[in-house]
């Protein structure tokens, strides 16, 4: 009876009811009868909704994806304390999942996002998330594909998508590998996005800030998951990619100093961990004449976010914001000064040269 009752509502579900104040009564009830009862009283759950989700209807649709949420939250959710009873039941969900539908799954999520990217939008959105969500604990090999990522990088270029698109990006990287596998698929993702000129074209004068701190994030993600990835590297002894590892670092360094230049100030914090975990890597090494140079890079950046205009206005909200933003900068500031202090003298004359100019007048 609860089987019936449940794919009823998924499929009968109409625009206003979907609007009205039972929603989220009408997203949990299938989410827990899964989670609660998946081996017993629904062994055959993902499989009756799959295919009810193919009745093309928009509110069935977006029932189905914001289920598949409630369970992520409810089985995944790290933030949530479970007794161990829980634990061992949503290894159990988990388990089934990957033995029973995960493939089906996945592919419901492409053909959803390709087929409602255009009219519902929204959806697409939505899909995205749900992929962003689930990449943590399936098999990567579904998701990290030629098909998947092809599409979620033409996505980057339409405007009401590519926020969501930049941030499910994001959690594919954030997926816990080993060192060799993460760096290819880091490297990989990197070389389309720099073919596609989407982290080069983008800059201040583009008006949509939250795109830039979606951009931010993900090159941020893959910085740091490629630090990890040296570091486990180095503690391996493994000489032949550690220096793969050190120089696919470094190619992402000129994304480092241009997001971390953002005019905006969340663009710009969003890449703080990323200079901080670089940073971490040259502390008590010898520095080349390379690491000297990007250090000075980054040191001039950071002068750059110290600037203020003649007119501003310290009292102001969005100063106390940016203030606040210096401070987090200062961590790394410094290193920089610990690692390279007379980098500083080098760059004294070129910060001074104004006010020397105005002196000399």
């Known amino acids: 009876i609860l089987r019936h009752i449940c794919l009823f509502q998924i499929v009968n579900i109409s625009s206003s009811q979907w609007k009205s104040t039972f929603t989220y009564a009408y997203t949990l009830k299938p989410a827990h009868t899964c989670t609660h009862g998946l081996q017993m009283q629904w062994p055959m759950f993902f499989s009756d909704v799959l295919q009810c989700v193919g009745n093309g209807v928009k509110e069935s649709v977006e029932l189905y994806l914001r289920v598949l949420m409630a369970i992520d939250e409810e089985v995944v959710d790290r933030q949530k304390v479970h007794t161990c009873a829980e634990n061992a039941r949503n290894t159990l969900i988990k388990d089934t999942m990957r033995d029973q539908c995960v493939p089906n799954l996945v592919e419901s999520w492409y053909q959803i996002m390709e087929s409602y990217k255009e009219t519902f939008p929204e959806l697409t959105n939505l899909c995205m998330e749900v992929v962003g969500a689930y990449i943590s604990w399936i098999d990567i090999s579904l998701i990290a594909n030629d098909k998947f990522i092809q599409c979620l990088m033409s996505y980057l270029s339409v405007p009401i998508l590519r926020e969501s698109a930049a941030e499910c990006l994001r959690g594919i990287i954030n997926k816990g590998m080993d060192p060799i596998p993460k760096l290819e698929l880091v490297e990989g993702l990197a ?22 701190l979606r951009l931010s994030a993900l090159v941020c993600g893959m910085g740091c998951a490629l630090v990890n990835s040296w570091s486990k590297l180095v503690k391996r002894a493994d000489t032949v990619n550690i220096p793969l590892s050190r120089n696919a670092i470094d190619e992402k360094l000129p994304y480092l100093y241009k997001y971390l230049n953002d005019t905006d100030d969340g663009v710009s914090e969003a890449m703080v961990p990323f200079a901080v975990q670089y940073l971490s890597i040259l502390k008590g090494s010898n520095l080349s004449d390379t690491d000297r140079g990007n250090l000075q ?12 205009d003649e007119d501003h206005n310290f009292l102001s909200q969005a100063s106390l914001f940016t203030q606040c933003a210096c401070l987090r900068l200062r961590t790394y500031t410094a290193h920089v000064s610990h690692f390279y202090t007379y980098s500083l003298m080098n760059l004294a004359p070129n910060l001074f040269k104004p006010q020397l100019a105005c002196t000399a007048t």
Do not use: C, G, H, P
Not at 191 to 212: C, G, H, M, P, Y
Not at 297 to 308: P, R
């Open 191 to 212: 070389k389309q996005l720099e073919s596609a000129k989407i982290l080069s074209t983008v800059s201040d004068e583009d008006t949509d800030e939250d795109f830039r």
């Open 297 to 308: 890079a980054l040191l001039q950046v950071v002068i750059n976010k110290y600037k203020y």
